[in-house]
């Protein structure tokens, strides 16, 4: 049986992100197992209460932000966290890729400016204030090497259904760019965007280490920083 850690916190989130294959899911399947009275969604999981659309395949694919202008897209990613901050769950709930995987890449798939993708990470943050919230990312040495990697391990099934994801999104149309010659580009634009708001966030947060040196020394320090 894993060590468990009491809390006192009645309502508290914490948020896991970093780019695919830096052991976001692990760290929360590890963390709720620790915590007691707590919740872990992982983005593939169609119940989320954090997504604000349909996810759809292994790659978290949100098809459905198609149907509307970037800034609805916005909009609609905003609204659970707003939801959620106005009735929160009892106890920790552990949400694994937020607030970067499941909303900002949702807004540059969109191709949208990066006025307005702060924009979404401010009031995402605003409606967060209401509850107990911290971030842990998890950040490889090299992202760009590690996600080659992690294309490798899934394989080829899970690695087209990233270019079929990329392929059909305004970003890639709008640079001329197909199949897998979207892939890298935008993942290094993407990854830009983070480090970016990673230095201007209001959320409490910690940068660890993840990726092929994710190990159990990054769950303890995840651990001891959150105080649990």
């Not at 707003?82 to 937020?98: C, H, K, T, W």
């Not at 970067?100 to 967060?128: G, H, K, N, P, V």
Request: charged content about 20%; glycine content about 8%.
């Amino acid at each position: 049986m894993p060590e468990r850690y009491a809390t006192a916190v009645e309502s508290r989130l914490i948020l896991i992100d970093g780019l695919p294959g830096s052991g976001k899911s692990t760290l929360a399947r590890t963390l709720g197992d620790r915590i007691p009275e707590s919740q872990v969604f992982y983005e593939n999981w169609g119940e989320n209460p954090f997504h604000g659309f349909q996810v759809e395949a292994d790659a978290a694919e949100f098809a459905e932000i198609y149907n509307y202008s970037a800034k609805e897209v916005s909009g609609k990613l905003v609204a659970p966290f707003q939801r959620f901050a106005g009735d929160p769950l009892l106890g920790v709930s552990i949400a694994e890729s937020y607030p970067f995987q499941s909303t900002i890449r949702l807004l540059l798939q969109m191709d949208a400016d990066r006025s307005l993708i702060a924009s979404c990470m401010s009031d995402l943050e605003q409606a967060l204030r209401q509850v107990p919230t911290s971030l842990i990312y998890l950040k490889s040495e090299d992202s760009m090497k590690n996600f080659a990697e992690v294309s490798q391990v899934r394989g080829d099934v899970w690695f087209q259904r990233v270019c079929e994801l990329f392929e059909r999104s305004p970003w890639a149309k709008n640079r001329g760019l197909t199949g897998g010659e979207a892939v890298l580009p935008f993942m290094q634009e993407y990854e830009s965007i983070i480090n970016e708001l990673l230095e201007k966030t209001t959320i409490p947060t910690i940068v660890l280490v993840g990726g092929k040196n994710f190990d159990t020394s990054t769950v303890d320090q995840a651990v001891v920083w959150l105080g649990l």
